[in-house]
């Protein structure tokens, strides 16, 4: 017979949605495990039983990759992701490989090149982490003219 209190039906989902909901309200500097905790009325400690760190909750929110094939989507769904870890601490650089390292297989993918998926990765991180501005869907959108215009010219 297992120990201790069993698991709420429906907690899991709930912890995701309210800490979904958060990060979107407030990035990744300004959220934090408390706030989620008040948000849902579902003890910190257990929550930090299942995600046992602000990174950790983060990654199970963003770093499933999206189902796409498609060059673009992919890219803009990371570039929304990215715009969401504004200001990344060490925590988040973790944050950051689990949830580019799928992005980048299916961009190499979908472009056939690594040199393709790198660059655009490249692009994207060197203004959340280098200009320290957000990244947008603009950015995004530049990123992919600049890709489908000089498409055949990486490789």
């Known amino acids: 017979m297992p120990r201790g209190r ?52 983060v990654a199970a929110l963003i770093a499933p990759p999206p189902e796409s094939s498609d060059p673009d989507a992919i890219v803009r769904e990371t570039a929304e992701v990215l715009g ?13 490989h689990a949830v580019l390292a799928p992005r980048r297989k299916l961009l190499s993918e979908a472009f056939g090149s690594e040199l393709q998926a790198d660059l655009v990765i490249g ?16 950015l995004a959108e530049t990123v992919l003219r600049s890709i489908r215009d000089g498409r055949n010219s990486i490789s």
Not at 28 to 39: I, K, L, S
């Open 6 to 57: 069993p698991r709420r039906e429906g907690a899991d989902e709930q912890i995701l949605t309210a800490a979904r909901a958060l990060l979107r309200e407030r990035g990744y500097r300004e959220f934090t495990v408390d706030t989620v905790a008040e948000r849902t009325g579902i003890a910190k400690t257990t929550i930090y039983r299942r995600w046992p760190s602000k990174g950790a909750l």
């Open 123 to 138: 692009a994207l991180l060197s203004r959340l982490l280098v200009v320290r501005e957000p990244v947008t869907k603009e």
């Open 84 to 96: 969401l870890l504004s200001e990344p601490d060490a925590e988040a650089i973790e944050v950051l």
